[in-house]
């Protein structure tokens, strides 16, 4: 089982910052597609960015210009760089990772544990 160590969350004021990473813990053979979810109280679980192997990228169209995702597939880890934080942001922040965690096995999708963001005055 692919294991995460995600950080980066907390509480910040409107306007502010935050650098969201989650690193795979243990070894994995190969990792597709890199990404952030998002999920608050009482909605539905959304994407907000994913970066494919080949650095594309797709934002959601509510923090497109806002939020930058990144990778660095020496580290197998995945940033989420977030600016101009607005109240509507808060929530938990899960990444996920479409990999294959040896040679022999399937695509499969994994889960970080989460990372709460809050965002208050």
């Known amino acids: 089982q692919v294991q995460f160590v995600e950080s980066g969350g907390g509480l910040v004021q409107p306007g502010g910052s935050l650098r969201l990473s989650c690193a795979t813990a243990g070894s994995i053979f190969s990792i597709y597609t890199m990404g952030w979810y998002r999920q608050a109280p009482g909605k539905q679980r959304e994407l907000v960015a994913v970066?494919?192997?080949?650095?594309?990228?797709n934002y959601a169209d509510s923090v497109k210009g806002r939020f930058t995702i990144s990778r660095d597939n020496a580290k197998n880890t995945v940033y989420l760089q977030m600016n101009n934080l607005k109240p509507e942001d808060t929530a938990v922040y899960l990444c996920?990772?479409?990999?294959?965690?040896?040679?022999?096995?399937?695509?499969?999708?994994?889960w970080g544990q989460g990372t709460q963001v809050t965002v208050s005055s």
């Open positions: 970066i494919t192997s080949g650095d594309s990228t």
């Open positions: 996920n990772i479409l990999g294959r965690q040896t040679s022999a096995s399937g695509a499969t999708s994994y």
